[in-house]
């Protein structure tokens, strides 16, 4: 069984190529941070990020949420 840290690292490394954002800090969240999870929880993870300095520059406004 892969290492779950390993994949959670992935996906965000594909999140970033993806939406062309860096990602500053990722923490865990949901029921395994604090300690309710079920033997089938997921795995749920929220991130601080930027966007390139052109996407605040413009008049309109990109998302500032990214779902997974």
Do not use: C, Q
């Amino acid at each position: 069984m892969r290492n779950i840290n390993v994949e959670i690292n992935e996906k965000l490394d594909e999140i970033e190529k993806t939406e062309g954002v860096r990602i500053l800090h990722a923490v865990e969240s949901g029921s395994r941070a604090w300690g309710f999870a079920s033997p089938d929880s997921d795995y749920d993870v929220r991130f601080v990020y930027v966007r390139p300095k052109e996407d605040y520059l413009r008049l309109d406004e990109p998302g500032d949420v990214i779902e997974w």
